[in-house]
């Protein structure tokens, strides 16, 4: 069931109104029933995966809290970890793992082995990193493991994070799952300006850039470099624009149950590094990456490295290093086999560590050349080249494999002339007749990318209810305004969201 349909709206009216006719001690099963029910409308066998891995993982982390000693709790967690990523991994990868099989086995075309036709379960790579961040937290004591099976089945699949997250840790989730919610009409009201603002972003801009996005991506090899780059800066905003604008909704409709989803987003293209930047995009998978893979395996090598420089490099550089790559390869992986995921990962790993080798040498060249005294220009600049090279990894990450990406970089490096550039203007005007899509509305959605930004800078430093103190005109004005451009731009056909495929 998409956000963005129809149907979701009636099952989540229904939903919060019986939720608050319900006695607090009976509505673990309203959220349980209407998460199943929400998980239904995809593949609807695959709600014994979800069950199953509830169950599987409810009964690990009651073994492992009634370990006596930590060695034996820390064997019990890896034995579970590992049959969560084995699960993940059949189902995530079955499709690439029996192009292998027909490869190394020289079938024949048609006869590709049963892994071929397994669809991928929604949501599973989001649910199997919540499983796995509960079973090592309840090893390292920082959670009590959660002896209601109703609660712990509602922590992970509370229908508004299950298919895209955010993946919240169980310190975070599981306590209010315990906790009284009353109503409360500034919750309410927050949650659902919040689910608004979600299918503004979705269904007004990142729609209509997609439009545009895939009309050159697709055909790739018939445009000259600007529209590719045009088509490359669009794709950026569409996705921030597509999946924040999910989580946004998610996090609404959280907040109008009474539940407090963790923050995914904060503005990351007005990161000033790339670093900054993995801070504000995808903040949980980022912590999550961090917590469970980034500090332990850095943590492991530096009990077994040697405190001294190798190559006028410190130790702690290599561990760094090591440790980031290692972590950007694996979060590659985890969106997709593809060379292309994975290139998009390594590429992430070496602006990192580049800029982790060269942030000295680069404070003293900054600091001699008085650029650093230019505060305003020099974040500004920061701001754009991080932008730029995020935008440059997005194409590994939007192209279908790695030889399309490189296609990609190869034309856009080529072919800026006069001529390029009006053949480029022609065919984006070609592509926004044949969408549907007029001059106005175009200068529309270009002018409403930036406002959503600066307004999403300005109620980060705000408090959510700052809107209220507006006048109740002004209020509702941007209510209708938001609604009305929704109905405008808002189309037939339904749209599933990138992260959908991950």
Request: aromatic share 18%.
């Amino acid at each position: 069931m998409l956000f963005t349909s129809f149907n979701f709206l009636i099952f989540f009216l229904l939903t919060t109104i019986i939720y608050y006719i319900l006695p607090n001690r009976f509505r673990w099963i309203l959220i349980l029933t209407a998460s199943l029910v929400f998980y239904l409308f995809s593949v609807p066998v695959y709600i014994l995966v979800i069950i199953g891995s509830v169950i599987l993982n409810y009964f690990f982390g009651i073994w492992i809290d009634r370990c006596e000693s930590s060695q034996k709790r820390k064997k019990v967690m890896i034995t579970g970890v590992v049959i969560n990523l084995v699960l993940l991994g059949m189902f995530r990868y079955a499709s690439s793992l029996s192009s292998v099989i027909t490869f190394l086995s020289s079938l024949p075309r048609g006869n590709d082995p049963v892994l071929q036709k397994i669809i991928v379960p929604l949501g599973i790579s989001f649910f199997t990193f919540t499983n796995i961040s509960y079973l090592i937290e309840v090893n390292r004591r920082t959670v009590k493991v959660e002896k209601h099976l109703g609660y712990f089945a509602c922590y992970i699949s509370f229908f508004p994070k299950l298919i895209q997250g955010p993946i919240e840790k169980p310190q975070h989730f599981l306590p209010q799952l315990h906790e009284e919610h009353f109503f409360d009409y500034n919750k309410l009201a927050n949650g659902i300006r919040l689910m608004l603002w979600g299918f503004f972003k979705k269904l007004v801009i990142a729609d209509q850039l997609s439009l545009v996005v895939n009309s050159v991506y697709d055909d790739k090899l018939r445009w000259y470099a600007p529209l590719l780059g045009i088509a490359t800066l669009l794709y950026a905003f569409q996705i921030y624009m597509d999946f924040s604008g999910y989580i946004d909704i998610a996090r609404g409709a959280g907040r109008v149950l009474g539940f407090n989803l963790s923050r995914n987003f904060r503005n990351p293209y007005l990161s000033g590094s790339i670093k900054d930047f993995w801070s504000r995009w995808h903040i949980t998978l980022s912590q999550w990456l961090r917590d469970y893979v980034f500090l332990p395996l850095a943590y492991f090598l530096s009990r077994h490295m040697k405190k001294e420089k190798y190559a006028g490099i410190s130790t702690d550089s290599y561990i760094y290093s090591i440790s980031i790559t290692v972590t950007f390869l694996l979060c590659g992986l985890w969106h997709g086999v593809g060379w292309n995921f994975i290139a998009w990962g390594g590429l992430f790993a070496f602006y990192l560590v580049i800029g982790s080798l060269t942030r000295k040498p680069k404070r003293r060249f900054y600091s001699l050349t008085g650029i650093i005294n230019y505060k305003k220009s020099y974040n500004g600049f920061q701001v754009l080249i991080t932008f730029l090279l995020v935008c440059f990894a997005w194409i590994f990450f939007r192209a279908p494999n790695l030889y399309s990406a490189l296609q990609i970089i190869s034309n856009l490096f080529t072919g800026w002339g006069h001529e390029s550039l009006d053949t480029s203007i022609w065919a984006l005007q070609n592509i926004l007749n044949h969408q549907g899509i007029t001059l106005t509305d175009s200068v529309l959605i270009l002018l409403l990318i930036p406002s959503v930004i600066i307004t999403e800078q300005y109620f980060q430093k705000h408090p959510s209810d700052f809107l209220f103190k507006f006048p109740v005109v002004v209020r509702w004005g941007i209510y209708y305004g938001l609604v009305l451009l929704i109905c405008y731009f808002g189309r037939a056909e339904i749209n599933t969201f990138v992260y959908f495929q991950f």
